[in-house]
């Protein structure tokens, strides 16, 4: 499927891969084509936040640089949580 075609949190989560050094609210939501509060609105209502998101990544690459394979991790916030699969 072209990437406009994809939920647009699975689209967020093409771009946030490393190096994730630079990458911003702002930044992403101009790489979807969107107001940064357009994309935290649209996210929100897809159940989750850039935040979020981007903390995931974060445990996504130290995943892959540690070597770690079919692993979960569950990151908490107040407010929230969210599981992160490494297959």
Do not use: C
């Not at 916030?77 to 699969?85: A, Q, R, T, Y």
């Amino acid at each position: 499927a072209a990437m406009g075609e994809l939920p647009l949190v699975q689209r967020l989560r093409r771009l946030l891969v490393p190096p994730l050094a630079g990458v911003t609210l702002e930044s992403t939501a101009r790489r979807l084509g969107m107001s940064a509060r357009t994309l935290q609105r649209r996210i929100q209502g897809e159940g989750t936040t850039f935040q979020a998101e981007y903390s995931a990544a974060q445990v996504r690459a130290e995943n892959v640089r540690l070597g770690f394979k079919n692993t979960t991790f569950r990151l908490l916030w107040p407010g929230g949580s969210l599981e992160v699969d490494h297959r």
